[in-house]
């Protein structure tokens, strides 16, 4: 396996779209239309702008040590001793996404497609083709990402087209008219499953240019909640409040309602074979970040000799870690948000404090480094020449054709679209606070608030993804 791993701002971006729409598209979405009821498509602002502050932190983290991951930046930043102890704690965390998500696929497969068939035999297959893949590195699952998830994005987006005979919108009214601490609280639930952006941390060596990072995040997470936003108003635009919350997978059955003419009434196999793939690339993804979490306590980023034992790892641990699917279930909807909100934090915090003891390397016009960066002084690495550098009669060097810099690197159209980009998620969470408030005295006042969210968060997408395009064009 090679050890360098580069991935594009795209593949990037994707990847957390799967990584946050995987899980909480399976368990979650019962719990929080039983807490939040007609109102659970707005659960996920909170959790967006979580992850916004998430990828700020790892965008500064990447400028001071670039071409480092999370793991060998809390061991620069915080020393061996208290840099060990973060690593393990997020070690210890992405060991319990990986079998929380593994058990509840196999629950998933158990209960819809295969209830005949032993847990155990499903889970067995579901860990080979985890440690098949764990030979590789992400740039072959970023692959495998960029073919599926076009198709799993456009069959959510279709999704109100596919059911518009079966919608009721009496089912979601009065908007916003609901319990805003409910509210809060499912927003406090999604909270937990958006904690799994810190998987991301692990590939922060993968990108090639540092304002690509904190881009690709945004736009992965803007994404991703507004297709289950989406997905949510389905159901209960379908099924109602009441159904929703005591159906298993509301959003199997939600498919399930898909009749296109009279011999197309089992679109929910040809969906499922769409959607399978993105929960196999979110699991791919987490094992591959405890493999390097793990391959970092020897200093080396090749964990392709630690694959097997670690697979079999997970494997034992999953298949006795929880008895039925209650548990599955609790564990992954009530214990996400407090380990998330236990630990994260307090390190990004601390990250971000003591990060700025480090000066952040200055750039040449290719991107390179003109001056080493505090890892690589200590690990004896020297960086490339400067392209302008000063002649030594003092004059300085004017830059080559190739190397002179696009208009984008001196434009300000990728501050102006991440300014735009967090002003509609501002918007968003005023339409939500604002509505809660007022639709108490006039449910106008909800209906109007609820258009404005839908519409900021369609913006917002679009805003954040030509944010990630001016990105690539910007100097690091």
Not at 4 to 23: F, V
Not at 137 to 146: G, H, K, L, Y
Not at 444 to 469: R, T
Request: proline content about 5%.
């Amino acid at each position: 396996m090679d050890s360098k791993q580069i991935i594009n701002y795209r593949q990037m971006a994707w990847l957390i779209a799967s990584l946050l729409t995987g899980g909480g598209l399976v368990s979650i979405q019962h719990d929080l239309v039983r807490v939040a009821r007609m109102d659970a498509w707005f659960t996920y602002i909170v959790p967006t702008l979580y992850v916004a502050i998430v990828a700020y932190v790892f965008y500064k983290l990447s400028q001071r040590f670039p071409g480092k991951n999370i793991f060998e930046i809390n061991k620069i930043i915080m020393g061996k001793a208290i840099g060990l102890l973060f690593n393990l704690i997020i070690i210890f965390h992405f060991w319990l996404m990986l079998i929380r998500d593994v058990r509840s696929f196999c629950k998933f497969m158990g209960t819809i497609l295969l209830p005949n068939t032993p847990e155990e035999i499903v889970l067995f297959i579901l860990v080979l083709l985890i440690m098949y893949f764990g030979r590789t590195s992400i740039e072959v699952i970023a692959r495998v990402n960029d073919i599926f998830f076009p198709n799993f994005a456009l069959t959510i987006l279709l999704m109100p087209l596919m059911l518009s005979n079966e919608l009721d919108k009496s089912l979601i009214e009065p908007i916003l008219a609901g319990d805003t601490i409910k509210v809060f609280y499912g927003n406090m639930l999604s909270l937990g499953w958006y904690g799994d952006i810190f998987i991301a941390g692990a590939f922060l060596h993968t990108i090639s240019q540092i304002k690509q990072v904190r881009s690709a995040l945004r736009h992965g997470a803007i994404l991703s909640s507004l297709l289950l936003g989406i997905f949510l108003l389905m159901e209960v635009l379908v099924f109602g409040p009441v159904i929703t919350g005591n159906l298993i997978y509301p959003n199997y059955n939600l498919v399930q309602q898909i009749h296109i003419t009279d011999f197309l009434d089992r679109m929910d196999l040809l969906i499922l074979s769409i959607w399978a793939p993105i929960l196999f690339c979110k699991d791919i993804l987490i094992y591959l970040a405890l493999l390097t979490g793990i391959a970092s306590f020897v200093k080396q980023r090749d964990y392709s000799t630690i694959n097997t034992p670690i697979g079999f790892f997970v494997l034992l641990t999953a298949l006795l870690a929880f008895k039925n699917t209650t548990e599955v279930f609790s564990f992954g909807n009530y214990s996400s948000s407090v380990i998330t909100l236990a630990y994260q934090p307090l390190m990004l915090l601390l990250l971000l404090i003591f990060a700025r003891r480090f000066p952040i390397p200055n750039t040449g016009q290719n991107g390179a480094s003109r001056q080493p960066s505090p890892a690589n002084q200590g690990n004896g690495g020297s960086d490339p020449p400067d392209n302008n550098a000063s002649n030594n009669d003092g004059r300085q060097q004017a830059p080559s054709p190739g190397n002179r810099p696009s208009k984008g690197s001196h434009g300000p159209s990728y501050h102006l679209w991440s300014r735009l980009s967090n002003i509609l998620l501002l918007i968003s969470l005023i339409s939500v606070g604002l509505g809660l408030w007022g639709s108490e005295y006039y449910a106008a006042i909800g209906i109007g608030c609820g258009i404005v969210y839908g519409l900021s968060m369609i913006l917002a997408v679009i805003s954040s993804y030509m944010e990630l395009v001016q990105a690539r064009q910007q100097r690091t």
